[in-house]
Structure formats: structure tokens, C-alpha cells
């Protein structure tokens, strides 16, 4: 390879600030570069792999040619700094701060309650950005598309859609707003009593500051000049082993390309950037001619339009989108599938920085462009010095044939996509676990052209994605059918000849083998229907249209911008209108989320002499280690250790919990060293270089089946029984048995699992900085690992973006992980996981396998219920008992059975351990109930709503485990849910639906909910706070919780200037810390609220009832004067707060108690309407009545509602964890796991909190952090409701079991037809699959 000369130096702006680099590396990343380089740590690392959007920045080119500046969206984790050169880059710092002036997309964020942990912030406060520099007062469409690209865990998206919404010429917030006439303004007049004064605005929109474009920072006129240099120059980056050249003209690429052809031409980096990061490629040498004028340019000919390679799939979106506009339909029928699937092609980031060159060249199996073009007989213009060359983008072309691919000397300077004619169909078909921003599961390309007035094919092309390791081509089966009419019997055959050729083995890589083929003939069974539309319309005498009934088919679901309302109880306008209670408050750290300067714990500066920790794990489930050897790893550059279970002084294995592998490995993921390093990416090189042999030990278990073929528990069995189970059976009408699976859930946190420990130089002192729900545990685990006292451990903790449970126990285990590497090496440890080895090796919320038996009566009231509930708790003991506990206590929901007997086991596998999760074991459970309260409906002839409504409580009551309460606010949820939602009428609508729809159904559900917070452990729900009053008033506030987005901090303050009666501006909350309250419980169970505002209360009553002298003295005083005299009276300001906790319990011998301090119910209703051809489900509305008691703060608590929901409506529909047959974890980023983005939230959300009273709670509120998980259910049951409605017309009426999640795979495989039963079916016995259920 010929040498290259040294470097240039690299020059960009961020933030209107110049950087000059003069080592720029080619191998790292901007967000690097933000992060550690030039410390702006407001952009988050979440993924690294642009997929989640976290890293969100807006990068700004001027244009030369046309004088514009161009302003689009990148993820910077994928943005090579050197392609930067002349870019301007602003980050959220450069958007706006609180230290200078906040920016009205900052605001309105934080101001509309669109943070809760704000890691995600940053990203959507950067995608909103973006898209107003370039439209300042954007439609509501534009703001969905803007965020669909960017993930939130936490919020359920509504509130950050309205918060870009108000940018919108006309504010839609309401939908029907624009009317002049809200629907919420009603509501608010008609309840007149003032207990029940119903409020809806979270917000006053008349606070925000107008948008002023004209205020933006220009762009830099020094890159004006640098761009209009009519002397440019190639320029050469070289790094530590990479080298960086950028050609400056097309001949100079040519040349490059002619002196270096193994080089990589580098664009967007989407393809090779994540090539690089997950699958270690390593590319000495890059050509990059990003921005190069010759890649830039749309032709436009008498016969269609070429496009220049380097247009980005975004500016190939507005190119077709305008020659649409203008050229006649028929000839724009490619364009027009194109742009269908541009639209949901990854988020807006990657469409921006993607290019079509690297699109195309790339040939990703899963691309969604390349069979459409292939389809449409797109071909490509190359270039080299030898010349031009046309090749067809063709079969030979996508399934990489040698002698139809470039040379290593070319280059694609464009593509040439022709118009499509009169007699030519093209179309573009996919579908994906999500919408937007998921790659296909199946797409296809497809294209017919018939003799000119005929309906005889003249040709016909089909090009499918994802079947295989490349874009396939069907042509067999279309050559075949050329000359045949486009009827039935030709689309029959052309099913079977498909099928035939394009072969999906059983035990292919990405699993879903029969739904793919089944994919495979409904696509194309689409387009057939599509064709013979389009030949109606054309000639509607000669070709009859396609039945009324199936219209619906042709259609994928649109894209809406969801719309919602809430409503909530006013305040007593006789409250003082300095109390904050009750009120709307926006989180406390809202502002900072927005502006990036909320600081996490890996947004530390670097501390002196700190490593990095990577981590090893074990690449099997059950094996004895024979061999450890890690000193290539050692002898790396930049490593210092390597850290094993030998370097443990204190116990490797506490509360059963294993820190490092020794000897034996017991599941996949599991730690077996760590490598500490200078910077992380050496730890990381090294880790790789660690080599480790096993020798497989049986058994080997993986699932719940054969945990229970194996007699491997963890527990022993927990029961409840009331009433005479065997007896009742006896006397029932009929008995059903079944069973329902219910897989886990990955929390996806978007901070991942952080650790910081610092060694101090005294006592054996260690100070920690962990995202975590829980510090006392981390400093236990900690502690007990270094064989220290635990006074000796200080664990810190500010905030972390997002817990849901995955940081409970975990952070201690990874905590006492990292604390041995800082023992050992007696150096700093930054230890932040990765997110693929985080999804890996945290594990999450446990699979379920619930089996029942019902007795019940024709009526539909059930009698007897046994159920037995089993969970996959993985290699060790964790939460599980506690979850088992929970399962077996909660499950009974809002029903009551008097015969009832309900029993629970954790299993023992050798998967990741698994761990607490929001409604820990309730949401899975509670499917079972569910399931079979459906199952009873459907065999009894009665819709399930009206079963429900048999069988639940209805008035004062006892529990099965003789817990007494009053489910008045479960009836008055499930009847306002029914009655407010106009369910009866909107399912009758759905029937007519269903009716005129065959391949389209639409489904309704309405769940009930009876929940619990707290724990049956008395001693856990205590709390302590120390609240400090300084001299100038102010007030510290600190408490035993964890601030995880819930908004805690901000309920804690609002208790606090209740108590003292002083502005919540007076009030300071600065984090959690072992130091200032030793011992506290964990954060979870819905009772953070409520146990430490306990405390914090109780501490403030303390400290007023000292200053009660010096008020009653001077009762006009300022605050200010009561402390100085009280003061000077020698009064404490300081003081602890302590709450005792709820008195719960649980005598699991005589199986009663009372576990748990109250109830929160509620009942969410969701209508959904299912594609029966492809699986995809479409939410349309959503309706949810939560029993809030008295809130706090409703902003916060509707919050929590929402999204829980969304969290929850996730888990039982799209999120799916696969896992091989061996244990391995496949789905381990979100390219592979696919929480909701904001086109899966329902197109319209009503929430409404339901005033009740619950005097056993602080102001009598109630914990609302888990319970809004269940209610998601609702579209899991309307899923079901509406693929039964397909199953009965095709005349199945029996039963069907119902398993959580309810993917597309299931609905489509679910909906049984002519085309599920054409596929071909494997014999399960000849064949490993490639993942397995381990529910
Ligand atoms: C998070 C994420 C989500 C995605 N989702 C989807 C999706 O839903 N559907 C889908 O279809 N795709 C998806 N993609 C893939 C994406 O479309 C491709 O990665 C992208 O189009 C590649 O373009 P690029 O400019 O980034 O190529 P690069 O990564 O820069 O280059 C890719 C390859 O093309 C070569 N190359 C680039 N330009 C030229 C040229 N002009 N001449 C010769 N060779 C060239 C390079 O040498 C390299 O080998 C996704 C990617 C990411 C990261
Ligand atoms: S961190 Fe860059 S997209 Fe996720
Ligand atoms: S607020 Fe969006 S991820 Fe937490």
C-alpha cells in the first residue's frame, strides 16, 4: 500500500468556538471528542451505535454552490471527528444554559414535563433544535418526525411532543383546541363541587419565551471562507493506526482511490461505524470525499432522475419528495415507495447522515431502499480513472456477485432511478417489531409491467430483505410468471413458487422463521392486491377492483402525532399560595435535564490518575473454567491489571451473590476478570485479548421447563389458599385449564450501570459515585467485599438516568466490582457498562410461566382458581423470593375468587441473574389473571368486561390473604374508564369495523387493577432524613431516596416548604449519600414518596416546633429574622427526620397478613387495530383512570402514569428478549431490542387521576410509581380482542392462548389464513432453533 504523508490539522467549531485538533485520530468519535476532550458532557453516551439518540448534536455546513448553510441532526457517537472539517457543531451547551440565557426549546421542555431522569434530554432538546433552525414553526408532523430517532424510558414521549407542539403555528396541545372549543374546558365547568374540581393544565403556556430565529448564533464566517477557498487541498489525518485522507476534488478521489484501493471510502459511517465498534473491523485507511460537489446534484431527465452518491437519505427524501410534487403519478411510483420507506428508515439522524453511495454499496440484507430500486431498474453510475461504467442494480448486484460489484479502484458517483410508466407497478412493502427506526423483520421490493392495456405480465421483479444474508431476488418465480394474467390462480401460484425459491432454513440466523415466510407471501399477496387497484383505476370496465372488504389491506397504518389530555384534582383555592402541594411543579432538575447540565455520574471531570474498567464475561452458561490466561491483555499498551476473584480480600460472594467467577462460570455474562486501563478503549482492546477455556458442566439449564425437569429452585414453594379449592371444582358448570407464557423485559435505563470508586489514602477509606436506587446496598456489598467496616465507605449518589428497578441490587454487585479494581491498583476506577455488556449482564424482569385451572359457572362467575406461577430467576438468588412473594400475594388483581389457592416458585437456570422491575412480578402475573378471565369469557359466550365486572370486588372485603380494604376507587376507575372512554359504543363502532375490514381489525380491552406498594417487611419501609437550616435561611434537604427521574427530589421540597412554610426557592436538594443518612432502604415499590416525605416531614415539624418560641414572639417576622434569633437563642437548626414505616406483614405459614400499607387501583382501557397480513399493531386510543388519592404533583404523577404505560404497553407487545438455546443474550442493543419510540404511543392519551382518600399516606397521596406498568395490558388484551375478531371470521372459534409479548410475529401467526397455511412447517425434533422461549 502506497505511504501517505503526515498530518494536517483539523479544524471545526463547537458551540461558535474554534477547535483546532492537531492529532486528530480518525478512530474517535465526536461524542469522545465532546465528552472527554473538550469536557461538554451535556451530549450522553447511551448506545454508541446511533441508535438511540442520546448523543444527538446539530452539525452546520455552508454550501458553497448554493450559499446556504445547511443545519441537520447526527448522533455524534457515529461521527468521526475528522470528517468534521469546516463543520460548525452545536451541542445542548451551545443551545442555551442557566448561566447565561435558556433556550425556549430547554424551557418548554422542562416547563411541559418532558424530562423525568433527563439522560435523554439533551438528545430531544437537540432533535427539536434542529429541525427549527430549519423550520421555525414546524407542523406537528415535522415534531414527530424530528424525535423518531431519539428513545425515552422514561416520559411515554407525550409530553416532550407537546413541548415541541407549542412551536407550531397553531398550538394543538388540545386536538381540539383549533376548533376554538377544547374538550377539557368543558370537562373543567361541569364538576362545580369544589372537593371534586377537576383541573387539566399541567402548564402555563403564556410563561415561555417567544422563539426569536433571529437570536440564533451565525454560523462561523471563518468556515464561510474555508468552504470558498478556491484553493483547497486534500487533507490527511493520521492517527495512532488509522490514517484519514479527504480528496478535494472528484479526480483527486480518483486518484486516491487508484493509489489505495483496499481503502474504505467513508460517508455517513453508519455502516462502517458500527462495523468498527461491534464487530472489530479495522480500516488502516479512509477515504472520505463527504462534501465533495461532484456527489452532490439531482439531474433530472426525460426519463427519470439521477442522484448524486452522496446525497444523504434525508436530502434523497426531499429530492423525490419535490419531483412527486411535480411529475405525474405515473411516473413517480418508485419515488413514491422510496419516500414511504424513507419515512420510517431508522430515526432522522441516521437519514441525515446516510448516504445513498453508502446505502447502496453497503447492500445490507435488511436494506429498504436497494429492492425497491432494484424493483424500479435503478442503476449505478461508477467512476474511476479509467473511466465511467454503468452497472444495473440488479440481483447479480444485491447478492454480491463478483463480476457485478465495483472494482476496488471505483467509486459510485450517482444512481439513476427511471420514471416508472403507464402499465408499471412499483412498490415498497416492510415490516418491522416498531414502526420507525427498526430494521425490517421482512421488507420487499417489487415491481410489474404489463402489456400495454393488458393485465398480462410483461415483466415482474421481487427483491426481498432480511431472508437471507443478502437482498434476494425471487426471479425464478417471476420468470415463470411472465405472460400470465394478474388473477387469483396467478397469485396462488406465484405464493407457492416463491415460497419455493427463496428458502428460509429452520434454524436460520434471526429466528421467526415461519412469520418471515409467511411474510414473504403476504407482502407479496399486498401487492397484488395494490396492482389490482391500481389497473381498476385505470381501466375500471376491463379490470374489476378488489373486494370492499379488503381496501384496508393496502395501507400501512399512518404515522399520527399523538395528542392527549389529563386531568387531575384542583387545588383548594383556599390553600395558601405559597404551599406547592398539590400543584403541577416541574421537576426540580427539569431545567438542567434541558440544558445537558444536569450532571450524571460519568459527567465528572477526569480525576487524577484514574482507570478504566472493562469488563470479561463468560461466553457460557455452565462450564468449569480449565484455563485463565491474561497476558497478552497485560501486555497491551495503557493496561495496568487485570482484576480477578483472587484479588478479592474480602467476600466474593455475598447474599449469594457472585462478584467474579471463580473456577465455575454459571451463566452467560457472567464477570470473570476486569481489565483496568488509561483510557477505556485499551481496557476494552485488552479485555478482548483475555483467553479463557471451558469445559461444559450439566446440566445446562435454561428455561422455566427444564428448570422444573431439573428440580431447580431457588425457593421453596409460597402459597395462599382460601376457601376449598377441590371441592369447589366439584360443583362448577365447566373447568378450564391452561397455561399463558409471559417473557422478561430488559429495564433499558438509558444511563447504563455507573461506578466511580475512589480510593482514599487513609483508613482504608473508599468514596463511590454509583447511579443506584440503593447506596447502603452498594456500600454493603462493598464493604463485605473489601473486608472493611461499612463507616469506611461513602457512597454518593446525585442522580441516574433512569432505575425501573435494574438499579436496586445490581450497582452493589458492580459497585463491590469496580471497588476491588480500585482496592487493587489503588487508583480511581471509572466502571461504566457498555450497553451491550449492560443489557447482558444485569439481567432484567423475570419470564413467567403461569399455569391455571379455572371452575366456573355459565354466568361467567368463577368459583375456584388454582394457579401456579413459576419465574426464571436465572444463576442467583437476587429479588427473586421477593418477587415470587409478590406474584403469589398480588396476583389475585381486583378479583375475587373464593376458592382460591395461588402457589409460586423462583427457578434456579443458568441465565443472567435476574432482578427487580417495575411492579416486580406483578405485570407478568397478573397476564395469567387476565388470560384466563378471557379464556372463561370466551367459553362462557360473554364479552371479558362483563366477566370482569362479575368477579371483582365490589365492596369491603378481605383479600386471600384476609387483608382487609375498600375497592370503591376500583369501581369508581372501571366505571368512569368505561363510561368516560364511551367504551360500549366505540366497540360496537369496532364491530362494524371489523365487519367491513378483512385483513384490518380493530380490538378494545379494559383492565382493572388492584396494586400494592410497599414491602410485607416492616423494617424496610422506614426512613430518615436531615434537614439543615443555614443562617441565611436556606434550607438543605436530605433524605434516604434516590432521585431516578420519578421526581422525588422535587415532592421532597414541595413537603418541606409545606412544613416550614417558606418558597420551595428557599429549599436546596443536592443528593443521596450514605454519609448523611446511614442505612436507608431502596428506592422502589412505589414508596419513595411516601416513606421520606415522611421523614423529611417529620424533620421540618421537628425543627418548627423549636422555632414555635421565636415565631410566636415575633409572628410578623421574615424567616430570615426567625433563624437569626433562633440562633442566637442557641436553637438547633438542624435536625434528622424519621419515619418508623408501615406496619406490614405477612405470616407465610398461616398465609395471612397484612403485606401491604394500601391499594392503588385503577383501570385503563385501549382501542388497537391489527394489520392480520403483516402482525403490525396500530394503538389508536388510550384512556386510563389511576387512583391518585390526593396528589402531590400531579405533573409529576401523571408522569409517572404515562409512562409506565408506555414502559408497560412496550413489555407486552414489541419488547422482546432473545435467547439461543445455549443461554447467550442476542438482543443486546436497540438495534436488536426495540422499546416504544414515539410513533408506538397510543395516537390519542386521556389520563385522569381519580381522587380518593388515603389518610395512611403522607397529605393522603398515594405511590403511583409502578402501577401505570399493568395498565399497558389493555393493549395486550385489545391485541387479543381484536385477532380473535379476525380468528372467528375465519371460522375459529376455539380458544387461543394468550403469551406476553404480543409481537407482530404473534398477531400475524396468531391470525390464521390461506397464507399461514401455505408455508412450509418444520418438524421441531430435526432442528435446533436459533432462539428459544425461556418463560
Ligand atoms: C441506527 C441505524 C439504523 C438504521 N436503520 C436502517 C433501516 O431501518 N433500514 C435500512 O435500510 N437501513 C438502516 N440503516 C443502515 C443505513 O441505511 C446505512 O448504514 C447507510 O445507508 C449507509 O450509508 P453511509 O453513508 O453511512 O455509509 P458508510 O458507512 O459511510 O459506508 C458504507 C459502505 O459504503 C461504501 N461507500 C460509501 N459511499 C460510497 C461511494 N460513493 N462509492 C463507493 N463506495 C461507497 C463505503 O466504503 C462502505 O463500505 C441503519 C443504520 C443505523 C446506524
Ligand atoms: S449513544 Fe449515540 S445514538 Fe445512542
Ligand atoms: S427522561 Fe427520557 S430517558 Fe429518562
Known amino acids: 500500500m502506497a ?24 478512530e474517535v468519535n465526536l461524542l469522545y471528542y465532546l465528552r472527554k476532550v473538550l469536557c461538554l458532557t451535556g451530549t450522553k453516551y447511551s448506545c454508541g451505535g446511533g441508535g438511540c439518540g442520546a448523543c444527538t448534536v446539530m452539525v452546520s455546513r455552508y454550501n458553497p454552490k448554493t450559499k446556504k448553510i445547511h443545519h441537520y441532526p447526527v448522533t455524534a457517537c457515529l461521527v468521526p471527528i475528522c470528517s468534521l472539517y469546516g463543520a460548525a457543531v452545536t451541542t445542548v451547551e451551545g443551545v442555551g444554559s442557566i448561566n447565561t440565557r435558556i433556550h425556549p426549546v430547554q424551557e418548554r421542555l422542562a416547563k411541559c414535563h418532558g424530562t423525568q431522569c433527563g439522560f435523554c434530554s439533551p438528545g430531544m432538546v437537540m432533535s427539536i433544535y434542529t429541525l427549527l433552525r430549519n423550520h421555525p414553526e414546524p407542523t406537528p408532523e415535522q415534531i414527530t418526525k424530528a424525535l423518531g430517532g431519539n428513545l425515552c424510558r422514561c416520559t411515554g414521549y407525550r409530553t416532550i411532543v ?50 426569536d430565529p433571529s437570536q440564533e448564533p451565525i454560523f462561523p464566517p471563518e468556515l464561510i471562507r474555508m468552504a470558498e477557498d478556491p484553493n483547497k487541498r486534500r487533507l490527511t489525518f493520521q492517527g495512532e493506526r488509522t490514517t484519514w485522507i479527504a480528496p478535494v476534488t472528484l479526480n483527486d478521489l480518483l486518484e486516491l482511490k487508484a493509489n489505495f484501493p483496499e481503502a474504505t471510502l467513508i460517508m455517513g459511517n453508519t455502516t462502517v461505524g458500527p462495523s468498527i465498534k461491534f464487530r472489530d473491523e479495522f480500516h488502516p485507511v479512509f477515504i472520505s470525499p463527504l462534501g465533495l460537489p461532484e456527489l452532490y446534484f439531482v439531474d433530472c431527465t426525460d426519463d427519470g432522475v439521477t442522484i448524486g452518491a452522496g446525497y444523504s437519505l434525508a436530502q434523497l427524501n426531499d429530492a423525490l419528495h419535490l419531483i412527486v410534487l411535480e411529475q405525474p403519478k405515473e411516473k413517480t411510483k418508485t419515488y413514491s415507495a422510496l419516500l414511504k420507506h424513507l419515512r420510517t428508515l431508522a430515526g432522522a439522524q441516521i437519514r441525515n447522515m446516510a448516504t445513498l453511495g453508502g446505502h447502496v454499496v453497503s447492500r445490507p440484507n435488511f436494506s429498504d431502499l436497494n429492492p425497491i430500486l432494484a424493483a424500479g431498474n435503478a442503476t449505478i453510475n461508477l467512476l474511476s480513472k479509467e473511466g465511467k461504467r454503468q452497472i444495473p442494480l440488479n440481483s447479480h448486484f444485491l447478492e454480491r456477485s463478483p463480476e457485478a460489484s465495483l472494482k476496488s479502484e471505483e467509486i459510485v458517483l450517482s444512481v439513476y432511478i427511471p420514471y416508472s410508466t403507464q402499465w408499471h407497478f412499483v412498490s415498497g412493502l416492510r415490516l418491522a417489531q416498531r414502526q420507525e427506526n427498526a430494521f425490517a423483520i421482512v421488507n420487499a421490493g417489487m415491481s410489474v409491467k404489463f402489456e400495454d392495456g393488458t393485465d398480462t405480465i410483461k415483466n415482474l421483479q421481487m427483491f426481498y430483505g432480511s431472508v437471507d444474508s443478502t437482498v434476494v431476488s425471487a426471479s425464478q418465480t417471476c420468470q415463470q410468471l411472465i405472460g400470465r394474467q394478474w388473477d387469483d390462480q396467478m397469485l396462488s401460484d406465484a405464493c407457492r413458487l416463491v415460497l419455493d425459491e427463496i428458502d428460509i432454513p429452520p434454524a436460520a440466523g434471526g429466528g421467526m422463521v ?32 378488489i373486494p370492499e372488504k379488503f381496501m384496508s389491506a393496502l395501507e400501512d397504518f399512518p404515522i399520527k402525532t399523538p395528542q392527549g389530555t389529563q386531568m387531575f384534582q384542583c387545588v383548594d383555592p383556599y390553600q395558601p399560595p405559597q404551599d406547592p402541594i398539590g400543584h403541577p411543579v416541574m421537576h426540580q432538575s427539569a431545567i438542567k435535564h434541558a440544558t445537558g447540565e444536569a450532571v450524571f455520574s460519568d459527567d465528572t471531570p477526569p480525576i487524577a490518575r484514574e482507570l478504566f474498567l472493562a469488563v470479561v464475561t463468560s461466553t457460557k452458561a455452565h462450564a468449569k473454567i480449565i484455563s485463565f490466561d491474561a497476558s497478552e491483555a497485560l501486555a497491551l499498551p495503557g493496561v495496568v491489571d487485570v482484576i480477578t476473584a483472587e484479588d478479592v480480600p474480602g467476600s466474593n460472594n455475598h447474599r449469594g451473590e457472585i462478584l467474579y467467577a471463580q473456577n465455575e462460570v454459571i451463566c452467560v455474562g457472567q464477570i470473570i476478570c476486569t481489565v483496568a486501563a488509561d483510557i477505556y478503549a485499551h481496557a476494552r482492546e485488552a479485555a478482548k485479548k483475555v483467553k479463557i ?47 399463558a407464557h409471559v417473557e422478561g423485559q430488559e429495564h433499558f435505563y438509558m444511563e447504563t450501570q455507573t461506578i466511580l470508586a475512589i480510593p482514599k489514602e487513609e483508613d482504608k477509606e473508599m468514596v463511590l459515585y454509583v447511579g443506584t436506587q440503593f447506596p447502603s446496598h452498594v456500600q454493603e456489598f462493598v464493604a463485605a467485599t473489601l473486608n472493611i467496616p461499612r463507616s469506611r465507605i461513602a457512597c454518593h449518589m446525585k442522580r441516574t438516568g433512569g432505575g425501573f428497578g435494574g438499579k436496586v441490587t445490581k450497582p452493589a454487585v458492580l459497585g463491590a466490582v469496580g471497588a476491588v479494581a480500585a482496592n487493587k491498583t489503588g487508583r480511581p476506577i471509572r466502571f ?41 430467576s436465572g444463576c442467583t438468588p437476587d429479588e427473586s423470593e421477593s418477587v415470587i412473594d409478590f406474584v403469589v400475594l398480588k396476583s389475585e388483581n381486583a378479583y375475587h375468587i373464593p376458592n382460591f389457592r395461588c402457589r409460586g416458585r423462583a427457578c434456579k437456570t443458568n441465565l443472567p441473574s435476574n432482578t427487580a422491575f417495575r411492579g416486580f412480578g406483578f405485570p407478568q402475573a397478573t397476564v395469567v389473571v387476565e388470560a384466563y378471565i378471557t379464556a372463561v369469557a370466551s367459553q362462557c359466550n360473554l364479552p371479558p368486561e362483563e366477566v370482569k365486572e362479575i368477579n371483582m370486588y365490589k365492596r369491603i372485603s378481605k383479600t386471600a390473604y384476609k387483608q382487609t380494604f375498600n375497592p370503591e376507587p376500583l369501581r369508581k376507575c372501571w366505571k368512569q374508564c368505561l363510561e368516560k372512554s364511551s367504551f360500549y359504543p366505540r366497540k360496537l363502532a369496532a364491530e362494524e369495523f371489523n365487519k367491513k375490514n378483512y385483513w384490518k381489525k380493530r380490538g378494545l380491552a379494559v383492565v382493572p387493577m388492584k396494586f400494592t406498594i410497599g414491602f410485607p417487611v416492616a423494617y424496610y419501609n422506614q426512613a430518615a432524613a436531615l434537614v439543615h437550616i443555614y443562617l441565611d435561611g436556606s434550607v438543605l434537604v436530605t433524605h434516604g431516596g434516590c432521585e431516578m427521574g420519578q421526581g422525588l427530589h422535587t415532592k421532597m421540597i414541595q413537603v418541606a416548604s409545606r412544613e416550614l412554610n417558606i418558597p420551595q426557592s428557599y429549599i436546596h436538594l443536592s443528593e443521596t449519600s450514605t454519609v448523611t443518612v446511614p442505612n436507608a432502604s431502596f428506592t422502589a415499590a412505589s414508596m419513595g414518596a411516601d416513606i421520606n416525605g415522611k421523614a423529611v416531614q417529620n424533620a421540618c415539624q421537628i425543627l418548627m416546633a423549636r422555632l414555635q418560641p421565636v415565631i410566636r414572639k415575633n409572628p410578623k417576622g421574615k424567616w430570615e429574622d426567625w433563624i437569626a434569633k433562633a440562633f442566637e437563642q442557641s436553637i438547633s437548626l438542624s435536625t434528622t427526620g424519621y419515619f418508623k414505616g408501615y406496619l406490614t406483614n405477612m405470616d407465610w405459614e398461616k398465609e395471612k397478613g397484612e403485606p401491604y400499607p394500601y391499594f392503588v387501583y385503577g383501570a385503563s382501557c385501549s382501542e388497537v387495530e391489527v394489520d392480520c397480513l403483516t402482525g403490525a399493531h396500530k394503538l389508536l386510543r388510550t384512556d386510563i383512570y389511576m387512583d391518585a388519592a390526593f396528589s402531590i404533583n400531579p405533573a409529576l404523577d401523571i408522569g409517572q402514569v404515562q409512562g409506565a404505560f ?34 408506538e404511543i397510543p395516537e390519542e392519551i386521556r389520563v385522569t387521576l381519580v381522587h380518593s382518600r388515603n389518610p395512611i399516606a403522607i397529605y ?37 392462548s394468550l403469551n406476553s409479548p404480543a409481537t407482530p410475529e404473534w398477531i400475524r401467526m396468531t391470525c390464521v389464513d390461506q397464507f399461514t397455511d401455505m408455508i412450509p412447517r418444520d418438524d421441531p425434533s430435526t432442528f435446533t432453533p436459533w432462539s428459544i422461549r425461556v418463560s
Open 1260 to 1296: 393522603s397521596s398515594k405511590g403511583l410509581g409502578e402501577s401505570g406498568m399493568f395498565l399497558g395490558s389493555s393493549v395486550l388484551f385489545a391485541i387479543y380482542d381484536a385477532v380473535t375478531a379476525a380468528r372467528k371470521e375465519r371460522g375459529l372459534t376455539k380458544t387461543f
Open 514 to 545: 415461519e412469520y418471515r415466510r409467511t411474510l414473504i407471501i403476504s407482502l407479496l399477496f399486498k401487492f397484488y392486491l395494490k396492482v389490482r387497484r391500481g389497473l381498476n383505476k385505470m381501466d375500471p370496465q376491463k379490470f374489476p377492483d
Open 162 to 211: 407537546e413541548s415541541g407542539k407549542t412551536f407550531c403555528r397553531e398550538s394543538t396541545v388540545c386536538g381540539m383546541k383549533s376548533s376554538g372549543k377544547c374538550c377539557m374546558d368543558q370537562e373543567e365547568r361541569s364538576f362545580v363541587n369544589r372537593q371534586e374540581k377537576i383541573c387539566t393544565k399541567l402548564y402555563n403556556e403564556d410563561e415561555f419565551q417567544p422563539l
Open 832 to 872: 461504566i457498562l457498555e450497553r451491550g455488556d449492560d443489557m447482558l449482564i444485569t439481567g432484567g424482569r423475570h419470564p413467567l410461566l403461569g399455569k391455571y385451572k379455572i371452575g366456573f359457572m355459565n354466568n361467567g362467575v368463577i368459583k375456584a382458581a388454582d394457579v401456579e406461577y413459576y419465574i426464571n
Open 3 to 26: 505511504s501517505v504523508p503526515n498530518s494536517d490539522e483539523l479544524i471545526f467549531f463547537v458551540n461558535g468556538r474554534k477547535v483546532t485538533e492537531k492529532n486528530a485520530d480518525p
Open 1206 to 1239: 408506555i414502559q408497560g404497553m412496550g413489555f407486552y407487545t414489541i419488547e422482546e428478549l432473545k435467547y439461543s438455546p445455549e443461554g447467550v443474550l442476542y438482543s443486546r442493543s436497540p438495534d436488536d431490542y426495540k422499546i416504544p419510540t414515539v410513533t
Open 693 to 739: 477455556t471451558y469445559e461444559d458442566i450439566e446440566p445446562r439449564i435454561i428455561t422455566i421447563e427444564q428448570a422444573l425437569e431439573h428440580n431447580s429452585f431457588f425457593t421453596t414453594e409460597k402459597k395462599i389458599e382460601q376457601g376449598n379449592v377441590e371441592q369447589a371444582f366439584k360443583y362448577v358448570d365447566q373447568i378450564i385449564e391452561g397455561e
